[in-house]
């Protein structure tokens, strides 16, 4: 089973940019589907994006997924943060495809935090 480490986080002004690494460690990281998820201070945990075992990027307004098999490593790319985006932000990987939910993912890390000032 793969295990998941992720850095990158910090704090940084409204209008900023951060790019989040997660690192999988083991030789079944391609088998993975993988996803980023955020949870700020007293709300769900939410998807954030997701990205397939072939490691088509995927976009959704200001942040792109992507990832590097021979690495074992998945990026988050977010601009024009907003303090609205502060909180944890794990990545996960799930054996059953890209997902939306939490449930759909087996692995986790430990997280890694982002502030956002306004």
């Known amino acids: 089973q793969v295990e998941l480490v992720e850095t990158g986080g910090g704090l940084v002004p409204a209008g900023g940019s951060l790019t989040l690494s997660c690192v999988g460690s083991?030789?079944?990281?391609?088998?993975?589907?993988m996803a980023w998820f955020r949870q700020a201070p007293g709300k769900e945990r939410e998807f954030v994006l997701g990205?397939?075992?072939g490691g088509i990027n995927s976009w959704h307004r200001r942040f792109t997924v992507s990832r590097d098999n021979a690495k074992n490593t998945v990026y988050l790319q977010m601009n024009s943060l907003q303090p609205d985006d502060t909180g944890v932000y794990y990545c996960?990987?799930?054996?059953?495809?890209?997902?939306?939910?939490?449930?759909?993912?087996?692995?986790w890390g430990q997280g890694t935090q982002v502030t956002v000032s306004s």
């Open positions: 996960a990987a799930g054996t059953q495809g890209v997902a939306t939910t939490f449930w759909g993912y087996d692995v």
């Open positions: 083991g030789r079944t990281f391609a088998d993975y589907a």
């Open positions: 990205i397939s075992w």
